[in-house]
């Protein structure tokens, strides 16, 4: 199993077809084929599935894309920390991040990098799961809030405010909490795993979860903002996500005077991925512009 066939299977898969794993390799059509059935042939298993239109990727094929593409990165590691005239970040970045987040926010920021370093590609995944990123080939991932206890390192981006909001039409047809303690009383929609742990405020300088009940509890940030909208109940979601609907009007403030802790934008890698020159830069540039793009 030689390296550059490696390459090539990780490429294939990534372009899901020969015609464009050959245009981004600078090969032949036939040399790409030949090469990954030589692979397949070496190691005594089908990779690919062929069909017309496209390739869909075998569960053993799928394990080898993973283990290829940790290779192929820890070679480039290596490439650019040897060689003194290469340290601009290159090759292929695996990410994932939150889907919200990823749309309002990672979006722009992701082509504003790619503009300044066009020797790297971006696959990036949106999804509210929490992936397995060693397991799953990813370079690395973007996560809000408390991170579980892992080998992986993390850095903190940012920190994004809490903001409890609800639509004018329910503001004027309840009272609005007064405290924090006033929410016991009012219909809480409640995002991803609120309904059990209650939301946090500081209250005469001390911390204190408050107990929350309501109509709707759902693991995504822009259903709960819409059903504030709609004037089901208070939301209390990151401040990326309901900016919009605040500035509009659509929906309003409450408890303003009241602190809720932030939560934290961190960015997670393997440990050895940590020399990686590519992670490094897409790190710092996130934690760059990402104070004044969450506040903006």
Same mark, same amino acid.
């Given at each position: 199993?030689? @390296?550059?066939?490696? /390459?090539? #299977? =990780?490429?294939?898969?990534?372009?899901?077809?020969?015609?464009?794993?050959?245009? +981004? @390799?600078?090969?032949? /059509?036939? #040399? =790409?084929?030949?090469?990954?059935?030589?692979?397949?042939?070496?190691?005594?298993? +089908? @990779?690919?599935?062929?069909?017309?239109?496209?390739l869909a990727v075998t569960d053993l094929g799928y394990e080898l894309y993973q283990r290829a593409t940790r290779i192929l990165g820890e070679v480039e590691d290596a490439e650019q920390a040897m060689t003194s005239g290469r340290s601009d970040p290159r090759g292929l970045l695996r990410v994932s991040a939150p889907m919200s987040f990823g749309m309002i926010h990672l979006s722009p920021l992701v082509a504003a990098f790619l503009r300044a370093n066009p020797d790297v590609r971006v696959d990036m995944e949106l999804s509210d799961r929490v992936v397995d990123?060693?397991?799953?080939?990813?370079?690395m991932a973007l996560r809000i809030g408390t991170l579980a206890d892992s080998t992986l390192i993390a850095q903190k981006l940012a920190e994004i405010r809490m903001v409890a909001c609800c639509s004018p039409a329910y503001r004027k047809a309840r009272r609005p909490p007064a405290t924090p303690g006033d929410l016991a009383r009012h219909a809480c929609l409640l995002y991803g795993q609120e309904g059990r742990s209650g939301w946090e405020y500081m209250v005469d300088g001390a911390s204190r979860t408050i107990e929350v009940h309501g109509p709707l509890r759902v693991n995504n940030g822009e259903v709960i903002r819409d059903a504030a909208i709609a004037g089901l109940g208070i939301a209390r979601l990151p401040e990326f996500i309901v900016a919009e609907a605040l500035a509009s009007g659509k929906l309003v403030e409450v408890l303003g005077d009241f602190v809720s802790p932030p939560l934290t934008l961190y960015a997670v890698y393997p440990q050895?991925?940590?020399?990686?020159?590519?992670?490094?830069?897409?790190?710092?540039?996130?934690?760059?512009?990402?104070?004044?793009?969450?506040?903006?």
């Open positions: 199993m030689q @390296l550059d066939d490696l /390459k090539i #299977f =990780v490429t294939t898969v990534d372009a899901r077809n020969f015609t464009a794993a050959a245009n +981004r @390799l600078q090969l032949s /059509k036939q #040399f =790409v084929s030949r090469r990954v059935m030589a692979l397949e042939a070496s190691l005594g298993v +089908r @990779l690919l599935v062929r069909n017309t239109r496209k990123v060693v397991g799953e080939g990813f370079d050895h991925r940590q020399a990686s020159i590519t992670i490094r830069a897409f790190t710092q540039f996130l934690r760059d512009r990402f104070v004044k793009a969450i506040r903006r």
